[in-house]
Each structure stands twice: as C-alpha cells, then as structure tokens.
C-alpha cells in the first residue's frame, strides 16, 4: 500500500517538475540583453533590448515580417526610457518609460512608442504583445542599407538620437 502511494506522489511530483520546466523553457531568454544609453537634447536615454544574431538568417522581410509589428529586440518588448520631455521625429514623447515597436518595411519603419511596459514581446499566436490603443506616439524613420554586416541588433544612442542597426539596415531617430 505505502509503495503505491509513494510511487503516485512520485509520479505526480515527476509531472508537475516537467510542466514547470516546459513552462520556463518557453519564457527564458535566447538572446544576450544589451543596455544602450546617453544623452540627447538634455535628456538621459536608456533602451534595454535583447540583440539577437543574425546567423546566417533572412532578417529583414524574413525572420522579422515586413508591415507587421515587431518587438524590436527579442524576448521581453523593448524598453525605452527617456527623464525628460523630447521630441523624436518631429512628434512629442513625455519623460517615462515606452515598449517599443517597430513596423518594418524594405525602405521605412513605423517606430512605436508604447505606455504597456514589462510584457513579454510576443505573444503565443506570435504577433507583438501591445495594445495599440495604448500607442503612446508612432514616428517614420527611413531605412539605409549598409555594406557591413551588423551580426547583432544594436541601439546606439548619441547627440543626434538613437540609431538601430541590424543586419545590412539602420535607421535614425532624430531626437530634440
């Protein structure tokens, strides 16, 4: 009798592991988390991403879909934070902290600006994890192909704005 009752606690205790397992597996990061910061027009701007590889991959119009919104890193949304009042792309952003989204296109993206914070950046059907209502602003900015390989997405922030770059693409935010 005990031996029955051990061996369902021991199957039970089994199968509870393995979900749990299977569960973090799905939510765990693949990609190394990256920091970029700087200041721009007086303000300190922080964009905490996952930078992605290219790996050999189609990343443009292939891993990353044109006209459908993308995260704009990988794992957890993107996050932009500004401490002050700027003015990207001509549209103003209040101090806070954004999810950011990009709609890409071969020669422009849609760059989205979200007040949801904190969710993971896509969800299960595997579309983008906001709520457009909760757009906050969105901005164009136009594509330049580069003749170097950018392997890892990157964001770098300097006096003009905020660059990203990824693949043989980059693109500007302007910043004021």
Do not use: C
């Amino acid at each position: 009798m005990k031996i029955k009752q051990l061996s369902k606690v021991f199957f039970l205790a089994l199968a509870g592991m393995l979900m749990f397992m299977t569960s973090n597996a799905q939510m765990q990061r693949k990609s190394p988390h990256q920091t970029a910061t700087g200041s721009v027009a007086g303000a300190n701007v922080t964009i905490v991403y996952g930078s992605p590889a290219v790996k050999g991959r189609e990343i443009w119009g292939g891993l990353v879909p044109y006209d459908k919104a993308w995260r704009a890193g990988a794992d957890e949304a993107t996050i932009f934070e500004t401490d002050k009042d700027i003015t990207i792309q001509g549209a103003k952003l209040p101090a806070g902290k954004y999810s950011l989204f990009i709609i890409p296109t071969a020669t422009e993206w849609t760059v989205i600006f979200n007040s949801q914070t904190g969710q993971w950046g896509i969800k299960r059907d595997g579309n983008a994890n906001y709520e457009e209502a909760k757009n906050v602003i969105s901005v164009k900015a136009k594509v330049k192909k580069t003749s170097d390989l950018v392997e890892n997405l990157t964001y770098k922030v300097d006096k003009k704005g905020v660059t990203i770059s990824w693949e043989h693409q980059s693109a500007m935010l302007a910043i004021k």
